[in-house]
């Protein structure tokens, strides 16, 4: 595979055609290279338009919604990023490249272990990488510029959403399938929030999050 016209094909026939045209964001999937961060065995698969699995419940985010969410979110070099679901790193390597820091949390030991790896591997060393569970933030790290729910959600918590500095953005993708949405909350008072609907997709669980009550007759 030639990996350079793969990944130019990626971002020419995938990432732009999704309208996603902010220079700084396009040159990143440049510089960071996305098969460093996907396993061995589906590495031939680094560019393909689908997401990729990882374990028997995590995938990996389709290279189009990861490049999306990150042109949604415009993070600022002096800005506070926390990641929820890191799965191998790749997200937080390209945050660590627009942010001051980035705080990245995984459920996942084996998947924290090789996030730890990939982005110390990779020189992204304002990263700082937790196995957690995501759904409550990280107390005392708060408050943040920018989250980035890395997966879907039934709903986001709204323990979450304090943890947003007024002006602070998160993004997630919410909902069950087929039927999800991705979505970026803006915290514009202390106790206000505005959330755009971004696009229609569908995403793999985040792992410790509530799903939304069934209802009942």
Do not use: C, Y
Not at 48 to 76: C, G, I, N
């Amino acid at each position: 595979m030639n990996v350079e016209q793969a990944r130019f094909n990626m971002i020419e026939q995938q990432i732009r055609p999704w309208d996603v045209l902010d220079p700084s964001v396009l040159e990143l999937l440049q510089v960071v290279h996305r098969e460093d961060f996907v396993p061995a065995a589906h590495r031939h698969q680094a560019f393909v338009d689908t997401e990729l699995p990882l374990t028997a419940t995590r995938r990996m985010l389709a290279p189009r919604v990861e490049a999306r969410l990150l042109q949604e979110l415009k993070v600022q070099r002096h800005e506070k990023v926390l990641e929820i679901g890191a799965a191998t790193g790749h997200l937080a390597a390209l945050l660590a490249r627009q942010a001051q820091r980035v705080v990245a949390v995984e459920a996942d030991a084996d998947l924290a272990a090789q996030a730890t790896a990939n982005l110390k591997r990779t020189g992204a060393a304002n990263v700082s990488v937790l196995n957690q569970d995501g759904a409550a933030g990280v107390a005392g790290e708060e408050p943040f510029d920018v989250i980035l729910l890395s997966g879907s959600v039934a709903v986001v918590p709204q323990a979450l959403l304090n943890q947003l500095k007024v002006g602070g953005r998160l993004a997630a993708i919410v909902g069950g399938e087929p039927v999800m949405r991705a979505v970026l909350v803006t915290r514009v008072a202390a106790g206000e929030f505005r959330t755009v609907e971004l696009f229609d997709t569908v995403a793999g669980r985040l792992p410790g999050f509530a799903e939304a009550p069934a209802f009942s007759f």
